[in-house]
């Protein structure tokens, strides 16, 4: 008999007024995924981004619905530099989020800094840490994430997936390196495109003027390949936008109104 094979589901916007209001929903919309997660195998995968997002997670610090030691956090990119250095995505999630709140500290998974020398072993080490969470590799042929939450950048890059680079094809590793990033630092550690789109659910958050071209691009003309494009969670999988009026001003695609 043959598989039955679905179309990625179509993407779903939801436009708030301002950040503040992506903020108070996007913690719902976290909690709510925990809360699936934790009910149905009492742990929560989460991948976290660097940019813009770890301050819109602050409407889940002091919520006693967050179940923190349920957490397993991984970053879906990261800057290869120290983990104290200010352009480390795990220093900005440690100062916005996780030095407020009671996660514990082993179940952050940040990369292994004593391989910083070495971009290989270190985006194969990062790949291990996966592979320790989510099985064998050969068993599970791509980690399959509670949630990811992504940042987007005004070239339409997501994680350290760039416009027109040759990552962009990436079809077997799990996590990935980068040397010539054209954002600095050049040298980074990605997810690939296989494991995002594996992810149960994928969120965008992305608010300011400054996002509203991209933006536009990305969902109405997707057919341009930018790499916020590709993601396009596979069947059950759902990727859901939060984005404020700023950035949505030029955008056609159908907004819905937010739910859980
Ligand atoms: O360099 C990066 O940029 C993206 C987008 O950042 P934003 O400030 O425009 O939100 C971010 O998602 C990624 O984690 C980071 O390494």
């Given at each position: 008999?043959?598989?039955?094979?679905?179309?990625?589901?179509?993407?779903?916007?939801?436009?708030f007024a301002n950040a503040d209001a992506i903020?108070?929903?996007?913690?719902?919309?976290?909690?709510?995924?925990?809360?699936?997660?934790?009910?149905?195998?009492?742990?929560?995968?989460?991948?976290?981004?660097?940019?813009?997002?770890?301050?819109?997670?602050?409407?889940?610090?002091?919520?006693?619905?967050?179940k923190w030691d349920k957490w397993?956090?991984?970053?879906?990119?990261?800057?290869?530099?120290?983990?104290?250095?200010?352009?480390?995505?795990?220093?900005?999630?440690?100062?916005?989020?996780?030095?407020?709140?009671?996660?514990?500290?082993?179940?952050?998974?940040?990369?292994?800094?004593?391989?910083?020398?070495?971009?290989?072993?270190?985006?194969?080490?990062?790949?291990?840490?996966?592979?320790?969470?989510?099985?064998?590799?050969?068993?599970?042929?791509?980690?399959?994430?509670?949630?990811?939450?992504?940042?987007?950048?005004?070239?339409?890059?997501?994680?350290?997936?760039?416009?027109?680079?040759?990552?962009?094809?990436?079809?077997?590793?799990?996590?990935?390196?980068?040397?010539?990033?054209?954002?600095?630092?050049?040298?980074?550690?990605?997810?690939?495109?296989?494991?995002?789109?594996?992810?149960?659910?994928?969120?965008?958050?992305?608010?300011?003027?400054?996002?509203?071209?991209?933006?536009?691009?990305?969902?109405?003309?997707?057919?341009?390949?930018?790499?916020?494009?590709?993601?396009?969670?596979?069947?059950?999988?759902?990727?859901?936008?939060?984005?404020?009026?700023?950035?949505?001003?030029?955008?056609?695609?159908?907004?819905?109104?937010?739910?859980?």
């Amino acid at each position: 008999m043959s598989a039955i094979h679905h179309a990625p589901s179509a993407p779903i916007l939801n436009v708030f007024a301002n950040a503040d209001a992506i903020v108070d929903a996007l913690a719902s919309f976290v909690i709510k995924a925990q809360k699936d997660s934790v009910e149905k195998k009492g742990r929560f995968t989460i991948a976290l981004s660097g940019g813009s997002l770890p301050k819109m997670l602050r409407g889940l610090i002091g919520n006693p619905a967050v179940k923190w030691d349920k957490w397993h956090v991984y970053y879906a990119d990261e800057r290869v530099v120290p983990l104290d250095h200010p352009d480390s995505n795990h220093l900005s999630c440690t100062t916005n989020l996780f030095s407020k709140v009671p996660i514990p500290t082993s179940q952050i998974h940040t990369i292994d800094t004593s391989l910083l020398h070495d971009l290989e072993e270190l985006s194969d080490a990062y790949e291990k840490e996966l592979i320790r969470e989510f099985a064998q590799k050969d068993a599970a042929r791509f980690p399959v994430f509670d949630l990811i939450l992504l940042g987007m950048g005004p070239d339409g890059h997501t994680a350290s997936l760039f416009p027109g680079h040759e990552l962009l094809a990436e079809d077997d590793r799990w996590v990935a390196y980068i040397e010539d990033s054209p954002k600095p630092p050049p040298k980074r550690v990605t997810f690939t495109f296989p494991v995002i789109n594996h992810a149960a659910r994928v969120a965008f958050v992305a608010a300011g003027a400054e996002k509203q071209d991209i933006l536009s691009t990305v969902l109405d003309n997707p057919e341009a390949g930018l790499p916020a494009s590709r993601v396009k969670p596979a069947f059950p999988g759902q990727l859901y936008w939060f984005v404020d009026e700023a950035a949505a001003v030029k955008v056609a695609f159908p907004s819905t109104p937010f739910k859980l």
